[in-house]
């Protein structure tokens, strides 16, 4: 897995980051930037922080600025640039249907291409490193593109066109914009499934969704699975198989629904007990994601063995392949090798973490002539102490495991740090 680099800086270590790119929109005649808060409130929730990306110009060739980056989600915004995924620009309508489109759909027509360079950016980041990515709406067909998909640019005229006759799925409703609900059938053995299991006939499978949308995924691409399709065949939820563990950190789905918002009018209720599943697995993904992070940059900013540490780490080999040969030949030590074992003889003294193994192989070695019995006293403490953690530690739960794991890297790197310093300080 190829891993982000990582800010030095100790809080960014603390809690994931999830990027969401704004949405611009004009407010008293200026342009103002804005994320749903039903969104934010979920990531937050969730255990995560939402880090957002304004929506201006330039900003495309300053992601950098936003490392470390442990998850993105892409959600509302205005149609993409159809450059970007039909070589045709008008596709399959004509100019006088496309003027038409952008009076019915005038919020969502207007291309906002500085929006959609930003997005694609890290769509791609996100594949390239496999970053957690969760794509609502919008955020769904700039994955598909990002992967070499097409979109329909307008469903109903699209889709009429290519079965002859009228849609069965009205996907966006002015006149009762929060309300307006259309069925869709869920993949069985996806995601999408497992999360709204008990919401689920058998016979069926459907579940109602809401719908803001005027385009939608064409021609899905070749990585993805459908996880759900509307009665007149367009995906409504897909994923990618391969890179979908959350407890591994593994996420990459779009969603054309606004699970967030399915809510029952006048109250916060969820209309499924499932809808908020996909932000709940998706920042568990962002928070393993960033462990895996942190442990990577602990192993590359490990200490390097300076020519002082390899020094002594010589002469503890010297020490222990003397002890070695007395132990053999069974001699007395000579007056003047006595000083060679003190560096092996401190060693054991001052080591109170090795293994059985490494026990065994030091009494092979002769290496225990000295202190013996202390020393065996004090591995025999240790043996009493790991079997007592071990058994604390397996009533624990794989996020308290995990959390302890990640305390301990960071000490670990702490000490080593520490032990860096001293050891190039010593004249």
């Known amino acids: 897995m190829a891993i982000a680099p990582s800010s030095d800086s100790a809080l960014s270590k603390l809690l994931p980051r999830v990027l969401i790119v704004s949405r611009r929109c004009v407010r008293k005649n200026k342009f103002v930037d804005f994320v749903g808060e039903y969104h934010l409130d979920l990531i937050v929730g969730y255990g995560a922080v939402p880090v957002i990306v304004p929506r201006v110009a330039g900003v495309h060739s300053l992601l950098e600025s936003f490392e470390p980056i442990h998850g993105v989600l892409l959600c509302e915004g205005e149609d993409i640039d159809p450059s970007y995924y039909a070589a045709d620009a008008l596709g399959d309508l004509s100019a006088e249907e496309l003027d038409e489109i952008s009076r019915l759909h005038a919020s969502d027509a207007a291309v906002d291409r500085e929006k959609d360079s930003i997005e694609l ?10 970053i ?3 794509g609502i709406c919008r955020g769904s067909q700039v994955l598909n593109v990002a992967c070499g998909g097409t979109l329909y640019q307008d469903v109903e005229k699209e889709l009429r066109k290519k079965s002859g006759i009228g849609t069965a799925v009205e996907h966006i409703d002015y006149g009762d914009y929060d309300g307006h609900r ?3 059938r869920v993949t069985e053995g996806t995601p999408l499934h497992e999360w709204f299991a008990e919401s689920l006939k058998p016979e069926e499978m459907t579940i109602a969704v809401n719908s803001y949308h005027h385009q939608g995924v064409k021609r899905l691409a070749e990585r993805f699975v459908p996880m759900a399709s509307a009665i007149d065949g367009l995906v409504e939820g897909f994923y990618d198989p391969d890179a979908y563990n959350p407890d591994d950190g593994k996420f990459i789905m ?4 606004h699970p967030e918002r399915m809510r029952r009018p006048g109250s916060e209720e969820f209309d499924y ?13 962002v928070i ?4 895996k992070v942190n442990i990577f940059a602990n192993l590359c900013h490990a200490p390097k063995a300076n020519q002082e540490l390899e020094n002594k780490r010589k002469i503890i080999v010297r020490s222990f392949s003397l002890a070695k040969n007395l132990y053999d030949a069974r001699l007395d030590m000579p007056p003047s090798k006595e000083q060679d074992l003190e560096a092996g003889a401190e060693f054991l003294e001052s080591n109170m973490a090795l293994s059985l193994q490494q026990e065994e192989r030091l009494k092979q070695m002769g290496a225990t002539v000295r202190n013996s019995s202390s020393y065996m006293q004090k591995m025999k403490m240790n043996a009493e102490k790991a079997a007592m953690a071990r058994k604390v530690m397996q009533k624990m739960s794989i996020e308290q495991l995990s959390e302890l794991l990640s305390f301990y890297d960071m000490m670990g790197q702490i000490c080593s740090d520490l032990l860096e310093k001293k050891l190039n300080s010593t004249p």
């Open 132 to 134: 957690p990515f969760l």
């Open 121 to 130: 950016r890290l769509a791609k980041l996100c594949l390239e490193r496999n």
């Open 273 to 285: 007990p499932g809808c908020p599943k996909a932000y709940q697995e998706f920042v568990k993904a």
């Open 182 to 184: 259309h069925t869709v």
């Open 288 to 291: 393993t994601y960033q462990k």
């Open 254 to 257: 779009g969603l054309q629904f």
